[in-house]
């Protein structure tokens, strides 16, 4: 059974910074492409940024400049490292990996951890 599981969320300040994980469990073969997704209250979920197997980027010019987004394939990981968080960034933050497992390739969502930012 392969899940996601996602940490790092909270309340900071606007101005502040988080930095959200994502460990992939389970029997893994191969992790590909892995981003963070995002969802606020009565919006549709999102791309925020993403990362291929061999390190290259991608961010939505919202947050370009601010968030990065890195992986450690070792641990199967992925982190995005929030600054500069500003009053329209709160919402809960999921993370997606396409993989293949024993069961074949699919795709994979976290539970999500909720971002607030908030003086």
């Known amino acids: 059974q392969v899940q996601l599981v996602e940490s790092g969320g909270g309340l900071v300040q606007p101005g502040g910074s988080l930095r959200l994980s994502c460990a992939a469990s389970?029997?893994?073969?191969?992790?590909?492409?892995m981003a963070w997704y995002r969802q606020a209250p009565g919006k549709q979920r999102e791309l925020v940024a993403g990362?291929?197997?061999?390190?290259?980027?991608n961010y939505v010019d919202p947050v370009k400049g601010r968030f990065t987004i890195s992986r450690d394939n070792a641990k199967n990981t992925v982190y995005l490292q929030m600054n500069s968080l500003k009053p329209e960034d709160p919402a809960v933050y999921y993370c997606?990996?396409?993989?293949?497992?024993?069961?074949?390739?699919?795709?994979?969502w976290g539970q999500g951890t909720p971002v607030t930012v908030s003086s």
């Open positions: 997606n990996a396409d993989l293949s497992s024993q069961t074949g390739p699919s795709n994979y």
């Open positions: 389970g029997s893994i073969f191969s992790i590909y492409a």
């Open positions: 990362i291929t197997s061999s390190g290259r980027t």
